[in-house]
Protein backbone atom coordinates (compact mmCIF):
# COMPACT_ATOMS: atom_id res chain seq x y z
CA UNK A 1 0.00 0.00 0.00
CA UNK A 2 2.89 2.46 0.57
CA UNK A 3 4.76 1.90 -3.13
CA UNK A 4 0.94 2.41 -4.43
CA UNK A 5 0.49 6.06 -2.17
CA UNK A 6 3.93 6.99 -3.66
CA UNK A 7 2.21 6.25 -6.99
CA UNK A 8 -0.61 7.98 -6.14
CA UNK A 9 1.75 11.30 -5.01
CA UNK A 10 3.53 11.44 -8.66
CA UNK A 11 0.03 11.18 -10.38
CA UNK A 12 -1.62 13.67 -7.74
CA UNK A 13 1.38 16.06 -8.47
CA UNK A 14 1.39 16.07 -12.23
CA UNK A 15 -1.43 19.06 -12.22
CA UNK A 16 -0.26 19.24 -8.29
CA UNK A 17 -15.71 23.14 -9.80
CA UNK A 18 -25.06 25.54 -12.84
CA UNK A 19 -28.27 25.30 -12.15
CA UNK A 20 -29.36 28.14 -9.19
CA UNK A 21 -30.63 25.41 -6.28
CA UNK A 22 -29.37 25.49 -2.98
CA UNK A 23 -28.32 21.79 -1.69
CA UNK A 24 -28.98 22.27 1.73
CA UNK A 25 -27.28 19.39 3.57
CA UNK A 26 -26.71 20.98 7.09
CA UNK A 27 -28.56 17.55 8.11
CA UNK A 28 -27.33 14.66 6.26
CA UNK A 29 -30.72 12.27 6.00
CA UNK A 30 -31.42 8.94 4.30
CA UNK A 31 -33.27 10.73 1.83
CA UNK A 32 -30.11 12.66 0.62
CA UNK A 33 -28.01 9.21 0.59
CA UNK A 34 -30.51 8.24 -1.66
CA UNK A 35 -29.89 10.84 -4.13
CA UNK A 36 -26.33 11.58 -3.76
CA UNK A 37 -25.57 9.16 -6.65
CA UNK A 38 -26.58 11.19 -9.04
CA UNK A 39 -24.97 11.66 -12.14
CA UNK A 40 -26.29 14.88 -13.18
CA UNK A 41 -29.55 16.92 -12.69
CA UNK A 42 -32.41 16.45 -15.62
CA UNK A 43 -30.95 19.38 -17.90
CA UNK A 44 -27.37 17.71 -18.12
CA UNK A 45 -25.75 20.01 -15.61
CA UNK A 46 -22.11 18.66 -14.48
CA UNK A 47 -21.93 17.71 -10.45
CA UNK A 48 -18.65 19.29 -10.11
CA UNK A 49 -18.19 22.60 -8.19
CA UNK A 50 -19.94 23.28 -5.28
CA UNK A 51 -20.14 26.59 -3.34
CA UNK A 52 -21.03 27.82 0.38
CA UNK A 53 -20.96 31.66 0.99
CA UNK A 54 -22.65 30.81 4.42
CA UNK A 55 -20.26 28.59 6.64
CA UNK A 56 -21.22 24.78 4.46
CA UNK A 57 -24.81 25.31 5.58
CA UNK A 58 -25.95 25.58 2.68
CA UNK A 59 -24.39 24.32 -0.88
CA UNK A 60 -24.89 25.41 -4.52
CA UNK A 61 -24.09 23.92 -7.65
CA UNK A 62 -22.15 26.27 -10.17
CA UNK A 63 -21.08 23.64 -12.63
CA UNK A 64 -23.11 24.97 -15.60
CA UNK A 65 -21.37 25.55 -18.71
CA UNK A 66 -18.89 22.05 -17.47
CA UNK A 67 -18.47 19.22 -19.52
CA UNK A 68 -20.27 16.75 -18.04
CA UNK A 69 -17.31 14.44 -17.66
CA UNK A 70 -14.83 16.79 -17.11
CA UNK A 71 -11.30 15.46 -16.59
CA UNK A 72 -9.38 15.74 -12.88
CA UNK A 73 -8.95 19.31 -12.07
CA UNK A 74 -6.87 21.70 -10.16
CA UNK A 75 -8.83 24.89 -9.16
CA UNK A 76 -7.81 28.50 -8.24
CA UNK A 77 -10.09 31.19 -6.43
CA UNK A 78 -9.65 35.02 -5.79
CA UNK A 79 -12.10 37.31 -4.83
CA UNK A 80 -12.72 38.23 -8.31
CA UNK A 81 -12.87 34.95 -10.46
CA UNK A 82 -12.04 31.17 -10.13
CA UNK A 83 -10.23 29.34 -12.77
CA UNK A 84 -10.64 25.51 -13.16
CA UNK A 85 -8.27 22.93 -14.60
CA UNK A 86 -9.77 20.17 -16.39
CA UNK A 87 -8.12 18.05 -18.91
CA UNK A 88 -5.78 20.10 -21.40
CA UNK A 89 -8.31 23.66 -20.80
CA UNK A 90 -8.77 26.16 -18.45
CA UNK A 91 -12.51 27.50 -17.14
CA UNK A 92 -13.32 30.90 -16.52
CA UNK A 93 -15.80 32.07 -13.81
CA UNK A 94 -17.02 35.47 -12.50
CA UNK A 95 -18.49 34.58 -9.43
CA UNK A 96 -19.68 38.13 -9.10
CA UNK A 97 -21.98 38.28 -12.05
CA UNK A 98 -25.67 37.26 -11.67
CA UNK A 99 -25.55 34.03 -12.87
CA UNK A 100 -22.49 32.46 -12.81
CA UNK A 101 -21.09 30.50 -15.86
CA UNK A 102 -18.18 28.63 -17.04
CA UNK A 103 -15.83 29.84 -19.81
CA UNK A 104 -13.59 28.18 -21.93
CA UNK A 105 -10.18 30.06 -21.87
CA UNK A 106 -8.86 30.83 -25.67
CA UNK A 107 -6.36 28.44 -25.21
CA UNK A 108 -5.60 24.49 -24.52
CA UNK A 109 -2.66 22.65 -23.34
CA UNK A 110 -0.98 19.61 -26.04
CA UNK A 111 -1.61 17.16 -23.07
CA UNK A 112 -3.82 17.28 -19.34
CA UNK A 113 -0.81 16.77 -17.37
CA UNK A 114 -0.43 20.38 -15.62
CA UNK A 115 -1.90 22.55 -13.38
CA UNK A 116 -2.69 26.14 -12.27
CA UNK A 117 -1.55 27.68 -9.13
CA UNK A 118 -2.18 31.79 -7.28
CA UNK A 119 1.04 34.18 -8.15
CA UNK A 120 0.81 37.81 -6.55
CA UNK A 121 -0.07 39.20 -9.90
CA UNK A 122 -1.73 36.57 -11.57
CA UNK A 123 -2.40 33.34 -11.83
CA UNK A 124 -0.19 30.79 -13.33
CA UNK A 125 -0.81 27.82 -15.56
CA UNK A 126 2.02 25.21 -16.43
CA UNK A 127 2.09 22.02 -18.39
CA UNK A 128 4.09 19.04 -17.26
CA UNK A 129 6.02 18.60 -20.52
CA UNK A 130 7.15 21.99 -20.07
CA UNK A 131 6.32 25.76 -20.71
CA UNK A 132 4.68 28.40 -18.13
CA UNK A 133 1.22 30.83 -18.75
CA UNK A 134 0.43 33.72 -16.56
CA UNK A 135 -2.86 35.64 -16.94
CA UNK A 136 -1.66 39.14 -15.29
CA UNK A 137 -5.17 40.35 -12.74
CA UNK A 138 -7.00 42.87 -14.41
CA UNK A 139 -6.02 41.50 -18.12
CA UNK A 140 -7.42 38.50 -20.32
CA UNK A 141 -4.27 37.53 -22.09
CA UNK A 142 -2.06 34.16 -21.12
CA UNK A 143 1.38 34.99 -21.87
CA UNK A 144 4.94 33.10 -21.17
CA UNK A 145 6.77 33.40 -17.95
CA UNK A 146 9.91 31.98 -17.12
CA UNK A 147 11.20 31.44 -20.72
CA UNK A 148 14.72 30.69 -19.50
CA UNK A 149 13.63 27.91 -17.27
CA UNK A 150 14.41 25.02 -19.69
CA UNK A 151 13.25 22.00 -17.19
CA UNK A 152 10.17 20.07 -18.29
CA UNK A 153 8.32 17.79 -15.78
CA UNK A 154 7.01 20.56 -14.11
CA UNK A 155 5.04 19.62 -10.85
CA UNK A 156 3.94 23.28 -9.60
CA UNK A 157 4.63 27.03 -9.10
CA UNK A 158 4.74 28.67 -5.70
CA UNK A 159 5.66 32.07 -5.48
CA UNK A 160 6.34 33.68 -2.07
CA UNK A 161 4.58 36.89 -0.33
CA UNK A 162 7.87 38.58 -1.01
CA UNK A 163 8.34 37.65 -5.03
CA UNK A 164 10.79 34.20 -4.49
CA UNK A 165 9.35 31.75 -7.19
CA UNK A 166 9.84 28.15 -6.75
CA UNK A 167 9.03 25.51 -9.50
CA UNK A 168 9.20 22.29 -8.90
CA UNK A 169 10.15 19.36 -11.17
CA UNK A 170 10.70 15.62 -11.12
CA UNK A 171 14.45 17.14 -11.73
CA UNK A 172 14.32 18.60 -8.61
CA UNK A 173 13.28 22.51 -6.88
CA UNK A 174 14.17 25.20 -8.51
CA UNK A 175 14.53 28.31 -6.99
CA UNK A 176 14.46 32.55 -8.50
CA UNK A 177 15.22 35.78 -6.20
CA UNK A 178 14.72 37.57 -9.28
CA UNK A 179 11.75 37.27 -10.82
CA UNK A 180 12.67 34.42 -13.20
CA UNK A 181 16.08 35.58 -14.52
CA UNK A 182 18.56 32.70 -13.29
CA UNK A 183 17.62 29.85 -11.09
CA UNK A 184 19.21 27.90 -8.52
CA UNK A 185 18.53 24.43 -7.71
CA UNK A 186 17.80 23.61 -3.93
CA UNK A 187 18.30 20.27 -2.30
CA UNK A 188 15.13 18.97 -0.49
CA UNK A 189 15.96 14.98 -0.60
CA UNK A 190 12.97 14.28 -3.58
CA UNK A 191 9.75 15.42 -4.60
CA UNK A 192 8.35 18.52 -3.55
CA UNK A 193 3.97 19.15 -4.07
CA UNK A 194 2.15 22.07 -2.47
CA UNK A 195 4.09 24.27 -0.97
CA UNK A 196 2.15 27.18 1.41
CA UNK A 197 4.06 30.28 3.82
CA UNK A 198 3.64 32.24 6.84
CA UNK A 199 5.69 34.27 8.57
CA UNK A 200 9.03 33.73 6.28
CA UNK A 201 8.19 29.67 7.56
CA UNK A 202 7.87 27.41 4.32
CA UNK A 203 6.11 24.07 4.67
CA UNK A 204 5.35 21.73 1.79
CA UNK A 205 4.60 18.06 0.96
CA UNK A 206 7.16 15.40 -0.04
CA UNK A 207 7.81 11.65 -0.56
CA UNK A 208 8.64 11.88 2.83
CA UNK A 209 5.74 13.25 4.62
CA UNK A 210 6.15 17.06 5.40
CA UNK A 211 9.07 19.24 4.92
CA UNK A 212 9.61 22.45 6.08
CA UNK A 213 12.37 25.44 5.42
CA UNK A 214 13.34 28.63 7.58
CA UNK A 215 15.83 30.17 5.33
CA UNK A 216 14.15 30.84 2.28
CA UNK A 217 14.03 27.27 0.66
CA UNK A 218 17.61 27.03 0.56
CA UNK A 219 17.48 23.67 3.37
CA UNK A 220 14.63 21.91 4.18
CA UNK A 221 13.89 19.67 7.39
CA UNK A 222 10.98 16.88 7.91
CA UNK A 223 8.64 17.76 10.27
CA UNK A 224 6.49 14.79 9.91
CA UNK A 225 7.27 11.47 9.20
CA UNK A 226 5.09 8.40 8.83
CA UNK A 227 6.22 6.14 6.61
CA UNK A 228 4.14 7.78 3.51
CA UNK A 229 4.23 10.55 1.43
CA UNK A 230 2.56 14.33 2.09
CA UNK A 231 -0.87 14.61 0.91
CA UNK A 232 -1.53 18.34 1.25
CA UNK A 233 -1.05 21.46 3.31
CA UNK A 234 -2.45 24.67 3.97
CA UNK A 235 -2.36 27.88 5.85
CA UNK A 236 -4.82 28.27 8.65
CA UNK A 237 -5.27 30.86 11.19
CA UNK A 238 -2.27 31.42 12.83
CA UNK A 239 -0.54 28.20 11.40
CA UNK A 240 -0.73 25.22 9.12
CA UNK A 241 -2.60 22.00 8.66
CA UNK A 242 -1.62 18.98 6.86
CA UNK A 243 -2.69 15.33 5.21
CA UNK A 244 -0.22 12.78 5.29
CA UNK A 245 -0.51 9.28 4.82
CA UNK A 246 0.34 6.78 7.83
CA UNK A 247 1.89 3.28 6.41
CA UNK A 248 1.78 1.73 10.08
CA UNK A 249 -2.13 2.69 10.09
CA UNK A 250 -2.56 2.02 6.67
CA UNK A 251 -4.86 5.67 6.52
CA UNK A 252 -4.48 8.98 5.89
CA UNK A 253 -3.74 11.44 9.11
CA UNK A 254 -4.55 15.19 9.69
CA UNK A 255 -2.54 17.32 11.62
CA UNK A 256 -2.25 20.82 12.48
CA UNK A 257 0.89 23.34 13.78
CA UNK A 258 0.51 26.90 15.63
CA UNK A 259 4.47 27.54 16.10
CA UNK A 260 5.39 27.31 12.70
CA UNK A 261 5.61 23.89 12.02
CA UNK A 262 7.80 22.76 15.07
CA UNK A 263 5.19 20.82 16.66
CA UNK A 264 1.92 18.97 15.03
CA UNK A 265 -1.15 17.91 16.85
CA UNK A 266 -3.41 15.64 15.54
CA UNK A 267 -7.51 16.70 14.96
CA UNK A 268 -8.86 13.40 13.09
CA UNK A 269 -9.99 11.46 16.06
CA UNK A 270 -13.42 12.48 15.51
CA UNK A 271 -12.90 12.09 11.47
CA UNK A 272 -13.43 7.90 9.99
CA UNK A 273 -10.56 6.63 8.79
CA UNK A 274 -9.77 6.70 5.09
CA UNK A 275 -7.21 6.29 2.40
CA UNK A 276 -8.73 9.41 0.39
CA UNK A 277 -9.26 12.61 2.94
CA UNK A 278 -8.56 14.66 0.22
CA UNK A 279 -8.07 18.66 2.06
CA UNK A 280 -8.36 20.83 5.05
CA UNK A 281 -8.98 24.38 4.97
CA UNK A 282 -10.24 26.98 7.87
CA UNK A 283 -13.04 29.57 7.35
CA UNK A 284 -13.63 31.91 10.40
CA UNK A 285 -12.74 29.92 12.90
CA UNK A 286 -14.01 26.55 10.99
CA UNK A 287 -12.55 23.83 10.20
CA UNK A 288 -13.34 21.94 7.04
CA UNK A 289 -12.28 18.50 5.66
CA UNK A 290 -13.25 17.07 2.15
CA UNK A 291 -13.36 13.51 2.88
CA UNK A 292 -15.09 10.32 1.09
CA UNK A 293 -17.36 10.60 3.02
CA UNK A 294 -18.31 14.33 2.49
CA UNK A 295 -17.77 17.12 3.97
CA UNK A 296 -17.24 17.55 8.00
CA UNK A 297 -16.86 20.96 10.34
CA UNK A 298 -14.86 21.27 12.98
CA UNK A 299 -15.72 23.89 15.57
CA UNK A 300 -12.96 23.42 18.10
CA UNK A 301 -10.29 23.05 15.95
CA UNK A 302 -10.44 19.29 15.56
CA UNK A 303 -11.59 17.36 18.81
CA UNK A 304 -15.20 16.97 17.21
CA UNK A 305 -16.03 17.17 13.40
CA UNK A 306 -19.81 17.42 12.20
CA UNK A 307 -20.56 15.57 8.51
CA UNK A 308 -22.08 18.72 6.64
CA UNK A 309 -22.28 17.90 3.35
CA UNK A 310 -22.87 13.84 1.71
CA UNK A 311 -21.11 12.18 -0.63
CA UNK A 312 -21.77 12.00 -4.66
CA UNK A 313 -20.88 10.01 -7.41
CA UNK A 314 -18.27 7.98 -5.37
CA UNK A 315 -16.11 10.74 -5.55
CA UNK A 316 -14.41 12.90 -3.16
CA UNK A 317 -14.72 16.75 -2.39
CA UNK A 318 -11.16 18.89 -2.62
CA UNK A 319 -11.90 22.08 -0.91
CA UNK A 320 -10.68 25.68 -1.53
CA UNK A 321 -11.54 28.94 -0.14
CA UNK A 322 -11.89 32.68 -1.18
CA UNK A 323 -12.50 34.91 1.70
CA UNK A 324 -15.90 33.70 3.36
CA UNK A 325 -16.20 31.76 0.56
CA UNK A 326 -16.01 27.77 0.30
CA UNK A 327 -15.81 25.78 -3.27
CA UNK A 328 -15.99 21.82 -3.01
CA UNK A 329 -14.85 19.94 -6.63
CA UNK A 330 -15.57 16.63 -7.13
CA UNK A 331 -12.36 14.83 -8.07
CA UNK A 332 -11.32 10.63 -7.98
CA UNK A 333 -9.76 10.00 -4.52
CA UNK A 334 -6.17 9.23 -3.67
CA UNK A 335 -4.90 5.75 -2.87
Known sequence: MNII????????????????N???????????????????????????????TDGGQTWQNISKGLPVNLDEAGMVANKNELFLRGGNSIYLNTPNITTPFWKKEGFHFTNSQ?????????????????????KTNGTSAWSPVFTNFTEKRIRNVFETGSGTIFIDTDGGLFKS?????????????????????????LVATS??????????????????SEGGVGIAVENIKGGFAAITFNSRLNT?????????GKT???????????????????????????HPDGIYKSSDKGKTWKRILCPMDGKVYNLSVSGNVIYAVLRNGGC
Open 22 to 52: ALHFSQPSPIQDSVRAQKKDKAGTANIVFKS
Open 252 to 260: RRVRTSYDG
Open 264 to 290: WQAIDAGLPASLSISSIIQVGENLFCG
Open 207 to 224: MKGIIKSIDGGETWATVI
Open 5 to 20: CHLAFLLHFQFAFSLD
Open 177 to 201: TNSGQTWKQVNVGGLVGKLVELNGV
Open 114 to 134: GGIAPGKTGIFAYNYSGGILQ
